[in-house]
């Protein structure tokens, strides 16, 4: 299995960026399929960003698309999500997420039921 730990969240201005990072230990990060996912206070958790295991396919939700970019190093073990031109509406709690993928058959993934291991979560908070 794999533990992941978000880092990078915090307070910023309307417009302004945020990097979020998220640490994997644990069995070989390259073989999983990686995604972002946030969750504001009284709504459901939402899908932001997913990478394929080898980071060259990308697929984003249409809320944040243009904006954000899912990124991911396999030598450190790393998951970034850049985020720019941030609104007050990307104000959330931030997950990310990983996928074994057991079957082998997918390349990414934007459904949340198919990841087995979470982080703990890191708020993302854009004052207006």
């Known amino acids: 299995q794999v533990q992941l730990v978000e880092s990078g969240g915090g307070l910023v201005q309307a417009g302004g960026s945020l990097r979020l990072s998220c640490a994997a230990s644990?069995?070989?990060?390259?073989?999983?399929?990686m995604g972002w996912f946030r969750q504001a206070p009284g709504k459901e958790r939402e899908f932001v960003a997913t990478i394929s295991r080898s980071g060259g396919t990308r697929y984003y939700a249409d809320s944040v698309k243009g904006r954000f970019t899912i990124s991911r190093d396999n030598a450190n073990n790393a998951l970034y999500l850049q985020m720019n031109s941030l609104n007050t509406e990307d104000t959330a709690v931030y997950y990310c997420?990983?996928?074994?993928?057991?079957?082998?058959?997918?390349?990414?993934?934007?459904?949340?039921?198919?990841?087995?291991?979470w982080g703990q979560g890191i708020q993302v908070t854009v004052s207006s």
């Open positions: 644990g069995r070989t990060f390259s073989t999983y399929i």
């Open positions: 997420a990983a996928d074994a993928d057991y079957s082998g058959g997918r390349i990414y993934t934007r459904y949340r039921s198919d990841y087995e291991y």
